[in-house]
């Protein structure tokens, strides 16, 4: 038996964690927060989104981006203002859209891959996440958004989504309550919703089960690594002239969102993550007829990059945009507004009198591929860089990583055979 580190305690982190302790190893989780699950996993989108997969990298994107510059309720949002790390994250960026393709089927598979094990750890754990399997729709406005969607769509189904096209009177019999004007639609059946949030605690609570450590509270300020294992030094959160306490592994795991950049750096790694920023809102159904009126399935506005789950019988999320802004962590009302907007227009009988903003910082990489496997160094290893498909990805890149470390038992279930290419 070896002894892991895993650094974070997101989806990924627990997941990861999860893995090692169902191969044998002992694990320790540190995470500055109280808690597990309270940064970019408290209030996600909360879609399990195979649909999803299509990766940022085409010339489209760039234009949007370019045209949405100066408007500040553009669904993608870059701020101009000259940050050197910013800068030659977009150049890497626009070098990988010659990777477009390929990335976005393989990055479909893996989330395929990826359901498969986020089911079966719920049912074998015991814990629930108000999780609904009705599919995902896309919506669309008009012809060229329509047209643009089916090129994507054969990507996916290459891919081996099962995803189809509908009109617009199947799409209101897909979902009833939903209102508005629309050119057309795809619907995958097979995706899913849920609560990220409800999701990464149930687990956590479960890998506490199985002997786990957890260090809470616990800011990282150094990881180095020695001959016979890993060095991690932490200090009390919130506590900078504490004494710095040492933990000592035979490896550790990155898996800290849009912090693995400063952690890999001190391990000679260059993990290139920015952090983008995505809000939401949580809309509490607090009377019967808004509860009637808010959408089951789960709808993707492709036009606003909007997307909504339904949580339970009492709660509605919906969630958007993509904000390039550094490690800037404030709730602008400028970008929550238009979600409350977009809800009160197509779904006009709910009450969006109680509305939970929030915001959080997805940790993307250049080409919009995770970050898995081993570093440069004996003993360190990572698992991050999922941008916005971190919850769909996680359960399978899980796998991956946990498999990459020796010292393990047999793994319990079959790895994700998929050809997926890592982000340099």
Same mark, same amino acid.
């Given at each position: 038996?070896?002894?892991?580190?895993?650094?974070g305690?997101? #989806?990924t982190?627990?997941?990861?964690?999860?893995?090692?302790?169902? *191969?044998?190893?002992?694990? %320790?989780? @540190?995470?500055?927060?109280?808690y597990?699950?309270?940064e970019?996993?408290?209030?996600?989108?909360?879609?399990?989104?195979?649909?999803?997969?299509?990766?940022w990298?085409?010339? &489209?994107?760039?234009?949007?981006?370019?045209?949405?510059?100066?408007?500040?309720?553009?669904?993608?949002?870059?701020?101009?203002?000259?940050?050197?790390?910013?800068?030659?994250?977009?150049?890497?960026?626009?070098?990988?859209? *010659?990777n477009?393709r390929a990335?976005?089927?393989a990055t479909?598979?893996?989330?395929?891959?990826?359901?498969k094990?986020? =089911?079966? #750890?719920?049912?074998?754990e015991?814990f629930?996440?108000d999780?609904?399997?009705?599919?995902?729709?896309h919506?669309?406005?008009?012809?060229?958004?329509?047209?643009?969607?089916?090129r %994507?769509?054969?990507?996916?189904?290459?891919?081996?989504? !099962?995803?189809?096209?509908?009109?617009?009177?199947?799409?209101? +019999?897909?979902?009833?309550?939903?209102?508005?004007?629309?050119y057309?639609?795809?619907?995958?059946?097979?995706?899913?919703?849920?609560?990220?949030?409800?999701?990464?605690?149930?687990?956590? !609570? &479960?890998?506490?089960?199985?002997?786990?450590?957890?260090? =809470?509270?616990?800011?990282?300020?150094?990881?180095?690594?020695?001959?016979?294992?890993?060095? #991690?030094?932490?200090?009390?959160?919130?506590?900078?002239?504490? %004494?710095?306490?040492?933990?000592?592994?035979?490896?550790?795991?990155?898996?800290?969102?849009?912090?693995?950049?400063?952690?890999?750096?001190?391990?000679?790694?260059r993990?290139?993550v920015?952090?983008v920023?995505?809000?939401?809102?949580?809309?509490?159904?607090? !009377?019967?007829?808004?509860?009637?009126?808010?959408?089951?399935?789960? @709808?993707?506005?492709?036009?606003?990059?909007?997307?909504?789950?339904? @949580?339970?019988? !009492?709660?509605f999320?919906?969630?958007?945009?993509?904000?390039?802004?550094?490690?800037?962590r404030?709730?602008?009302?400028?970008? #929550?507004?238009?979600?409350?907007?977009?809800?009160?227009?197509?779904?006009?009988?709910?009450?969006?009198?109680?509305c %939970?903003?929030?915001?959080?910082l *997805?940790?993307?990489?250049?080409?919009?591929?995770?970050?898995?496997?081993?570093g440069?160094?004996?003993?360190?290893?990572?698992?991050?860089?999922?941008?916005?498909?971190?919850?769909?990805?996680?359960?399978?890149? +899980?796998?991956m990583?946990a498999?990459?470390?020796?010292?393990?038992?047999?793994?319990?279930?079959?790895?994700?055979?998929?050809? =997926?290419?890592?982000?340099?």
């Amino acid at each position: 038996m070896s002894t892991v580190a895993v650094i974070g305690s997101g #989806i990924t982190g627990v997941t990861t964690a999860h893995a090692l302790l169902q *191969r044998g190893h002992d694990v %320790v989780v @540190l995470d500055r927060h109280r808690y597990a699950a309270m940064e970019t996993s408290f209030a996600n989108g909360g879609q399990l989104s195979a649909c999803n997969a299509e990766v940022w990298n085409s010339t &489209a994107t760039i234009l949007k981006g370019m045209k949405w510059m100066l408007k500040a309720d553009a669904p993608l949002l870059l701020n101009p203002k000259p940050s050197a790390h910013k800068y030659s994250w977009l150049g890497e960026f626009v070098s990988h859209i *010659r990777n477009y393709r390929a990335n976005t089927i393989a990055t479909t598979k893996l989330a395929i891959e990826a359901r498969k094990y986020l =089911f079966s #750890i719920a049912e074998e754990e015991g814990f629930g996440f108000d999780v609904e399997h009705r599919g995902i729709l896309h919506v669309y406005r008009d012809k060229a958004g329509f047209d643009a969607a089916a090129r %994507v769509n054969g990507l996916l189904t290459e891919g081996g989504l !099962d995803r189809r096209a509908v009109t617009p009177e199947e799409m209101r +019999a897909i979902e009833p309550t939903l209102h508005g004007s629309w050119y057309g639609g795809f619907f995958t059946p097979s995706d899913s919703t849920g609560d990220i949030h409800k999701y990464t605690r149930g687990l956590a !609570d &479960a890998c506490l089960r199985r002997g786990a450590r957890f260090l =809470f509270g616990a800011d990282v300020t150094g990881i180095s690594h020695a001959e016979g294992g890993i060095t #991690i030094a932490w200090k009390p959160a919130g506590q900078a002239a504490a %004494v710095a306490e040492t933990l000592r592994a035979d490896a550790v795991v990155i898996c800290a969102g849009v912090a693995s950049r400063r952690f890999a750096a001190m391990l000679g790694d260059r993990i290139n993550v920015y952090p983008v920023k995505g809000y939401s809102i949580t809309v509490h159904l607090d !009377d019967a007829r808004s509860q009637a009126a808010a959408p089951h399935v789960s @709808l993707l506005d492709d036009a606003t990059k909007i997307v909504t789950s339904r @949580l339970g019988r !009492d709660r509605f999320r919906v969630a958007g945009t993509a904000e390039f802004n550094g490690e800037n962590r404030d709730i602008r009302m400028d970008r #929550i507004r238009p979600l409350v907007k977009w809800t009160e227009e197509l779904f006009p009988e709910v009450s969006t009198a109680r509305c %939970v903003p929030w915001a959080g910082l *997805r940790p993307m990489t250049p080409n919009l591929m995770p970050r898995i496997g081993a570093g440069s160094r004996p003993g360190v290893f990572y698992n991050t860089g999922h941008g916005h498909l971190g919850w769909t990805l996680s359960a399978a890149t +899980a796998q991956m990583v946990a498999d990459a470390i020796p010292g393990g038992d047999a793994r319990p279930m079959a790895a994700p055979v998929v050809p =997926f290419a890592r982000a340099a």
